[in-house]
């Protein structure tokens, strides 16, 4: 009766645990899973993702043109 209740003991610890890591890494877990399902889906075309096309042509720098505009002040180095 010992070994029996020493592994249902150890089978709770176990869920117990699974579920702590699901909970405490919901978001990393939720975006590796969406990853892999896009990667399993043979229809997925990556091409088509509208929210990849716009970060891929958004400007590095979006103020820029407002820095570019400003005057510029020199340094001279001696």
Not at 50 to 74: K, R
Request: aromatic share 4%; net charge negative.
């Amino acid at each position: 009766m010992g070994a029996v209740t020493t592994a249902l003991i150890a089978i709770a610890a176990v869920a117990l645990g699974w579920c702590t890591i699901e909970i405490a890494c919901k978001p990393c877990l939720e975006k590796g899973r969406e990853a892999i399902d896009r990667n399993l889906n043979p229809d997925y075309d990556p091409d088509d993702d509208i929210d990849t096309a716009a970060a891929v042509h958004a400007p590095l720098n979006p103020d820029y043109s407002e820095a570019a505009a400003a005057p510029s002040t020199v340094v001279k180095a001696v």
